[in-house]
């Protein structure tokens, strides 16, 4: 055996980048590997990096070789989320307040972890003992972060018509760059994915006993341009991170995003995370972004996106999605909850609804919104540069949701005051991430394990493995069905053909490697191995 050591290969942060992306377009890390001619734990290493790459591409120079982390990254995470808490109340933060403040909690973590402590967290205490919260480590958390001043205008208080018509102005001034298509709007809400409100629930049970609402709750961040043009992908934040219904399931299938953490809110790292994929994501479009000063709306920098922070207390009447966006979101959703249930009491069987589910069900509902729900809450909002705020959209926005009521009251005998609890009976739900010394702390401890990590949900169950031979006759038959059914059902020639040519692909990379598993071995290759 040769005792010639491999000679390292640096590796830039744009390849990095391009990997992951060849990665999560479903390419086999065995086939990357080869492309790149890297070895695949290297591989392996930059999949599992993934997020934190990602985070660091428009922070740094693409040309370095590495990026330098932070010595104790729950620990930089910590005090990030406590800056983030300050400067969403508009207080100043100092350089040595910073510092102090990542002192203390290093010092209220190693009071936190049990002794004895393993072998993992013995490693732990000891970069926490020997942290200095130093003019170098402020500088590197303040590149890590891009942390810089911003503004917000306004004070806060009590939305009256001046407020809010100050408000509409000086929004219509910071937007009036922007063609409509450009202008974006964003905003988390709560939804009790498995749950109807009580009295829906009790309609449809109706004399039916022993089923119990479930209260499970994820947090969405939805957003859409003014025209209705460019509905982004949604983002969900659940409290499990490896749920069972995702068992032998690709989430990159459904088209959502999914994060996770113990309170399923949405914190400032989490929407740091999603405004920089945003970002790259417009490839030179340059947009306007309006959003509230929650406490997890945290200023980034960006190439692409200019942050336009609404006055304190005025998104009820100037945030598109609180007027009405949301609530038609929920209609659709909920509709699918509701018959679900309903099959299940007709099928004498309990409600199959899993998280897995739920994602897809978002998606659905999310795609299936009218353009001119999106149009017509912007106007309403009136936040526009050439539309003034007036009723005619608070009109068209109820007119619309009241016809999605006589929609489902077509198939579901429900009277209008029940479905109208489905607006509200989450709407009040917390979306914001509680910041406190005691969540900060516990969110370090995480990273050792010294507190449980929610891994899995008790209720739901796996996936059922599909064999190759019975998917591609599946698919087979279902392009058949399409075919045969192509007036009645809601496909397009250009969907059907993008069917086609993935399932001929798949064949055809099946067939290769089928060829390649049954070529005799040459007699220089039995040779070689003597």
């Known amino acids: ?73 729950s620990l930089d995470m910590a005090v990030f989320n406590w800056f983030c808490k300050l400067r969403a109340t508009n207080s100043p933060v100092r350089d040595d307040m910073l510092k102090m403040k990542a002192i203390q909690l290093a010092k209220q973590t ?36 891009q942390i810089k001043s911003f503004k917000v205008c306004g004070e806060s208080g009590t939305v009256t018509e001046e407020i809010s018509r100050a408000c509409r102005t000086q929004t219509q001034e910071l937007l009036k760059e922007f063609p409509p298509d450009n202008i974006y709007n964003c905003d988390e809400t709560a939804l009790l994915w498995k749950c109807l409100p009580e009295r829906t629930l009790n309609a449809i049970n109706s004399k039916k006993t022993g089923l119990k609402q479930n209260k499970e709750r994820i947090t969405l961040m939805l957003c859409s341009n003014a025209t209705g043009t460019d509905v982004r992908k949604p983002l969900i934040i659940g409290k499990f991170k490896n749920p069972r219904c995702f068992k032998n399931f690709n989430l990159n299938s459904i088209g959502v995003t999914y994060r996770n953490n113990k309170t399923a809110w949405m914190t400032g790292s989490l929407f740091a995370e999603w405004i ?13 972004l309006v959003l509230d000063g929650a406490t997890s709306h945290v200023e980034v920098e960006t190439v692409n996106i200019t942050l336009v922070f609404l006055i304190p207390n005025t998104t009820s009447v100037c945030q598109p999605m609180d007027q009405g966006i949301i609530q038609a979101f929920k209609m659709l959703y909920r509709k699918k909850v509701v018959y679900e249930y309903m099959t299940a009491f007709d099928e004498n069987r309990p409600p199959n609804i899993t998280l897995k589910t739920a994602l897809e069900w978002i998606l659905i509902s999310w795609k299936d919104m009218k353009t001119t729900t999106f149009v017509n809450c912007f106007k309403k909002a009136g936040i526009l540069p050439s539309i003034q705020g007036d009723d005619s959209g608070d009109r068209q926005v109820q007119a619309d949701l009241d016809e999605e009521i006589r929609d489902i009251q077509d198939d579901i005998e429900l009277e209008n005051d029940i479905i109208a609890e489905w607006f509200d ?10 910041v406190n010394d005691e969540t900060l702390i516990e969110a370090i401890l995480d990273d050792i394990g010294v507190v449980p990590v929610l891994d899995q949900e008790d209720d739901s169950s796996e996936e059922i493995t599909i064999s190759k031979q019975y998917g591609i006759e599946s698919m087979k038959t279902t392009i058949l069905f399409l075919q045969q059914n192509f007036d009645q059902i809601r496909v397009t020639s250009e969907h ?31 040779i070689d191995k003597i």
């Open 276 to 288: 920089r994929d945003f970002d790259r994501s417009l490839n030179g479009k340059k947009i306007a």
């Open 496 to 526: 059907l053909l993008a069917l086609k040519s993935s399932l001929l692909r798949y064949e055809f990379e099946q067939r290769n490697i089928a060829i390649k598993a049954r070529q005799q071995t040459s007699i220089r290759d039995f």
């Open 1 to 73: 055996m040769s005792n010639i050591k491999r000679k390292r290969t640096e590796i830039s942060l744009a390849t990095k980048v391009q990997i992951i992306k060849e990665l999560e377009s479903g390419k086999s890390q065995a086939n990357v590997s080869s492309v790149y001619k890297l070895g695949t734990s290297t591989i392996s290493d930059i999949w599992k990096h993934r997020e934190s790459l990602k985070a660091k591409v428009d922070s740094v120079s693409q040309d370095y070789k590495r990026v330098r982390e932070a010595e104790i990254p």
């Open 425 to 434: 009976f989450d709407a009040y739900l917390e979306t914001d991430q509680v």
């Open 110 to 145: 190693l009071i936190g972890i049990p002794r004895p402590p393993t072998a993992e967290a013995f490693k732990f205490i000891n970069s926490l003992e020997e942290f200095k919260a130093s003019n170098g480590w402020l500088a590197g958390f303040k590149r890590r972060h």
